[in-house]
């Protein structure tokens, strides 16, 4: 056993140094902080324009109050972390950002293929509400991921199947992007009780789930960077 | 060597010991729980028109005084006691089953549909002129015919399980309306449902009864009531005519509430009251006496015809009272539709009205409306004896109540306390109530004497009777019998200790066989800390399905859980197939087969997903959403037409589907051909039954479409048997190591030590091939006997387990095996949700539990019942045979230490023991779920038919185990047996 640990341990070490190599900027604690704050604060100018010059919420109006979320969220998200890009060398910023804007409706496909197997409606009714619910849900989730690694297969199944970040920008990307996942599934619990209300309506609750998740990996995520960042410095000294 | 050995007769004795335990705690357990027998025995005589408490009065024996009475004198007796004249003399009580009151009177104060109105227009004139009263009857789950005709006439509410006799209907013993006329010398008639000369045999002078076990017939079951009619209506020798109409119930099965057939049915129903009622003006004048006609329903329909559990639609029954002949001002339409009363309610007012003692463990209270013909002093009287009666009961279950003694004489001194208010426990309040309301009505008789009574003290005593009424019957319909407590602990902790059995077993084996493959495997075991999300996710299903039984609503919709929990799973798997996927295209050939397999898995993973979605779509299924639309629905609307051509395709599918399963296995071709041409053959005679008779719904019974699924019936279940038998002998055994591979277990590390021993790939293929035969041969039967709407989800079920069989003989060790096994039985309860079965017991099927029986036998359409309902789990069970075949698990194996009874545990264990333990667990959750929610408001409309669904899964899944162990068993002797014979011959050639 103890063997097996530390053969893993050199190949995580391995893969650092084969990524450090090729890496992006490195990312430090700050920047990580306000990354989170401005992704954060999109999430809430969205929610507030809503709320105060179209007078609608989630509840009222999903289908226009996600749109006009994920549109707030999404350039945000991509300019961000188009700057953290993958090998910056061979890699133009704008590049970066049209990868982003790519990522934007493949990854809403998948969200949305992904939330009507778990049971979505699929009546008409709901598709605009469907459409824009992954669209934010993919601009929190893939938009960040395709910015920075573009079409790496070895990041990506390292990231979203393995979940095993090993930097700052990784943890930035995926603890946020799983926090959103796991939010949206716990928040489609109360839909099938017999409250009446009428946030149990798809996406409302889902959403909610989701934003808070978000958030709330948020936090977990800077206080990674922190205790990660910590240790690489160690480690350089 | 021997200890495994010995661990595996330890296995199976353990396994025993723990079903023994289960059955004994389960049966227990059930017995304490459900009430079966109403609180007090024997029935109401004279005594009931005095006070209780009155000793001197009670001790007579009444047997003693009544006995040497005739009928007449007896009726003479009760009048001259009762105080109360009788209205009437004959009774015409016409019950037409599964009327919802809705139809009749309307909902929420707003007169039924135009269509209802006009279908019934003298029905409608009566009661807008004043000549009849109508009332929404609410019914008690469970909403079928024999609790609520036993609740009609007995006014009690019968115990839950009265629901399992309901297809083996026994004679009403308690004391009851109809007992209490024949003791006064009515004569009785009956013309209709069946059930009542079961409930009352030898009650009837004359009797016609028609059996409601022709489900699709919905004319001649009611000619066959109506052709007698005229005649009764002619003669007098009768007091008591009932009359049963099963017409409009039959309609409802078959097109729901708002079947075409439903608007001629109400008509012709409303003929019906129109020729009794003119009928008894006409006779009215005559002596025959005055004649009340009571129309009464005995339960309500949902949407779609069924009834059986407790929504507003099913409970929605109605009473309307024709021939009142009113007296006073019920002139206005409203008052005269909008009342709502129990349906226990009827019986004390029909024996109040009739001047017989209400009997004894009835928990209604008369209708007041009917009785507003009477003086002051008859209402009050009337009022008086159903609270004399109510107090009885009562009494017999709070003993605490009897020590009040008020005289008997009826008369107490301190007159003016009559209106304190009531507080404290139940007995205190109950006894409070009720003297508060025998005072009131003694002063008010003493003010009557002396010539002083004012309204105002009539409407108080008025109320505070009510007041007493209302309280005593809620509580005692409500109050659950007292539970023998040592019974059901009893029961709780076998049970237990069965789940906890399994549990340990479960894990023994695990570590057992993980162990082994540590060893086995050392070089790789990596993938161990990899699996551990979707290892923690099946072990949490278990614990939110535990936890989600707790809530009403969770219970009701608990299809949802399922679909969500399932899907999640595959999802985390298909995350897992992406994980040993390595992008690019590699050029080293390990690389290549990796990622082929993972693609494999992969499209495996996404027609599973698919195929998933699409069966939950199908049926809208649970409670509160079922008017939400869903594939089924949009079909049914589409028509027959389209049903009938994907109920062909989907039988064709499933036939394509079984063939290029059956040519998968590619070792004996001449066996295959033979399973092969048996398949086709039934297949070809189920859809020529489908093609033929399925849609005939105005057939009653085709003679010629009972023969054939009679023979369908009998080549399904000989061929199967046949195959069971005959197969391990027939497959050729090849001792020499050029056996051909097979095509699925391609698996390189069947040691030939091993098959040298144990010939292990004949006893796949015979696994296979009788997996195989079990479940093709189930769907077709029920592609015979469900609905025609659920063919397409059963194809897509038998789909889902090919897949996943596919899937898992793909993934190797990269699963554990008590988890695939664990998703199995998930994806088989999610199947059965899919097809349409809910936790009421009005989802169940009755229809098809009479395909192909020509003679009623409540034995046969309860077992079609139970095979219907239980299609996918037995479905799961029965796929078991053919997932130990394909699943690799002689890595398992240590090749030296093998031994061939550890071979056969390695092979039964986990399909066995997985579901038992599941299944377990989730009994002994909801058993102690039940004994906390006791009090709940939902216990019987919700957790007990839960539980009736617990229960039977529970048989289900022995059943299912029993056939897979069973099967396992026999094929393992045989190849042993014979590879033995074979290794000995080839010895003595040599």
Sequence with gaps: MEEEKKKKKEICNIAKASTAENSSRSVSALQALSIHLICGLGLAIGLWVAHNLYSMNVVSDPSRTLRLIWIVESPIVTLLYSWFRLNPEQCSYLKAVGRGILALPVGALVTALGAIVLGAPVSIEYLPKTINWSLLMSSCMFVPAASVFGSSWSHWQRIFAYTKPNESLEYMICIPAHGAVIGAWLGAWPMPLDWERPWQEWPVCVTYGAMIGYLLAMVVSLGFVLVHGGRQHRKRD | MTSTTTSFTKFTFFTVAALVFQITGLSLFVFGFFPVKPALSGVSGWESFFAPGCHSVENQSQTQMEMGLSPYELKSLYQDLSLIPPLFDRLILMVIDGLPAEFVLGKDGQPPRKDLMDAMPYTHSLLSSGMAIGYHAKAAPPTVTMPRLKAMVSGAIGGFLDVAFNFNTQALLDDNLLGQFLRIGWKMVMLGDETWLKLFPGLFVRHDGVSSFFVKDTVQVDKNVSRHLENELSRDDWNLLVLHYLGLDHVGHIGGRSSSLMGPKLLEMDEVVKMIHLSTIQTHDNDRGRTLLVVV????????????????????????????????????????????????????????????????????????????????????????????????????????????????????????????????????????????????????????????????????????????????????????????????????????????????????????????????????????????????????????????????????????????????????????????????????????????????????IFLLLISGRILRGWHQGGVNWTHLPDISKWLEQAGSNLIRSIQLTSGLLMMGLGLFALFLFVTNTKLVRVVALFFLISGFLVLWHIMEYQDNEFVSSDYHATLLAQIIYATLGVGTIGFVVALPWLMPIQISSTYSKHKINSSTLVSVDIQYKFPLLEFRDSSYLIGLAYMLCWCLLQLLLQQPINSMPIFLLLMQIFTSMLYYSSSGPQNKEWLEVALLYYVGMAGHFALGNSNTLATIDVAGAFIGLSSHSTLLSGILMFIITYTSPMLVLLSMVMYISVKDTSYLAIPQSVDLEQFLKMMLGFPCLVPLGLNSILLTAYTVVLLLMRNHLFVWSVFSPKYLYVCTTTVCIYIGVFVVAATEIYIYMVIAFRSKIQVSISNGIL
């Design chain 2, 297 to 604: 329903s005995d339960h309500g329909m949902t949407e779609s015809g069924n009834h059986g559990g407790s929504s507003y639609e099913e409970t929605d029954s109605l009473a309307l009272f024709i021939g009142l002949k009113n007296q006073v001002s019920i002139s206005h339409y409203a008052s005269a539709t909008h009342n709502s009363i129990l349906q226990v309610d009827i019986a004390p007012t029909l024996a109040l009205l009739y001047g017989v003692p209400i009997p004894k463990n009835n928990v209604g209270v008369l209708i007041s409306g009917t009785f507003d013909c009477l003086t002051d002093h008859q209402q009050l009287r009337a009022l008086e004896l159903n609270s004399w009666q109510l107090y009885r009961l009562v009494e017999a279950q709070l003993p605490g109540l009897s020590c009040g003694d008020f005289s008997c004489s009826g008369f107490i001194d301190d007159l003016g306390s009559g209106s304190g208010e009531c507080s404290g426990s139940m007995e205190k309040i109950l006894r409070c109530l009720f003297m508060n309301a025998a005072n009131l009505h003694n002063s008010w008789k003493y003010k009557k004497e002396t010539g002083f009574e004012s309204r105002e003290d009539y409407r108080s005593t008025v109320t505070a009777y009510h007041e007493f009424l209302k309280t005593a019957s809620e509580w005692l319909s409500r109050r659950v019998t007292d539970k023998p407590v040592p019974l059901l602990a009893f029961g709780v902790v076998a049970m237990a200790l069965s789940c906890l059995i399994f549990l340990g077993l479960i894990t023994c084996m695990s570590r057992e066989v993980y162990t082994g493959e540590k060893q086995h495997l050392s070089g790789s075991s990596n993938s161990k800390i990899r699996w551990c999300l979707d290892e923690a996710f099946i072990l949490g299903v278990v614990l939110i399905l535990v936890m989600s039984m707790g809530s009403s609503s969770m219970v009701e919709e608990e299809q949802y859980i399922w679909n969500f929990v399932i899907s999640t799973l595959y999802l985390l798997l298909l995350r897992k197939a992406v994980q040993s996927h390595s992008g690019r295209s590699g050029s080293a050939l390990f690389l290549k087969a990796q990622n082929k397999r993972s693609d494999f898995q992969l499209c495996a």
